[in-house]
């Protein structure tokens, strides 16, 4: 489900630049708005279930990085970071790895919490520039804080939510900021999730390989549809 509504709201930004007050692609995005918190949970529910956290963060970083050039070439954001601004410089994958390192610090009981806290500064700044900002390390990592207490992970995703929702429509664009409120749709498909395991194991790699791979035909559409320019405000 993240998959299908995720590759309808980034070719939604190719056929239809920009953030259109059009009902039939506001209705794309809201359905792309499914994405992100499952992401999120996804998250949560992985630096649980790994056996070897270094693996698992370091596998993050490594799509991560891969899927900084096909986020930009995507979207038409130049590869150098803050060439146009401070916001959506790179993909949500940077954000949902530094959430894993933020979880991996905060279960250490060795690491003083003054160094925790630090850390979470630190990692808020630094994740700051992607697809989601903050949020989408701050938000995995209320999730997993409280695992088997859906209602609690329900108010993260509201809460936090609700924060990016109101950047957005105070300060940079209020239709967009009204979009995001959609995501809460993602919470009675949440609570489905009955913690076992899919039986095709294979989904996996199948989601790491297909993000990077689904934005670069998002950036051949781009080209083809619109030349080489910038497709997301």
Known sequence: MAIIAMTIDHLTWAFFPGTQAVWYVFTLHIIGR???????????????????????????????LLSHFAYDFAFGIPFLPFSTGAFNQTSVMWSLAWAAVLIWICGEDQIPQW??????????????PSDW??????????L????????????????????????YFLFLD??????????????????????????????KW??????????????IIRILLHGNVSIIF
């Not at 995001?180 to 039986?199: D, H, K, S, V, W």
């Not at 199948?206 to 950036?219: M, N």
């Open 133 to 142: 900002s903050t949020i989408a390390v701050m938000c995995p990592f209320f």
């Open 174 to 203: 209020k239709l967009y900021g009204v979009l995001q409120m959609f995501t809460f749709l993602t919470i009675p498909i949440l609570a489905r999730y009955n913690g076992e395991r899919g039986t095709w194991k294979g989904m």
């Open 34 to 64: 499914l994405t992100a918190p499952i992401m999120w949970f996804f998250i949560a529910e992985g630096c649980h279930y790994t056996h070897n956290m270094k693996k698992y963060v370091g596998r993050l970083f490594f799509f991560a």
């Open 206 to 219: 199948f989601f790491y390989i297909y993000y990077p791979a689904h934005l670069v035909v998002i950036g």
């Open 115 to 128: 160094v925790k806290i630090i850390s979470i500064v630190a990692i808020c700044l630094i994740s700051f």
């Open 144 to 167: 997993y804080a409280h695992r088997e207490n859906f209602k609690l992970q329900a108010r993260d995703i509201v809460i936090w939510t609700f924060v990016y929702a109101a950047v």
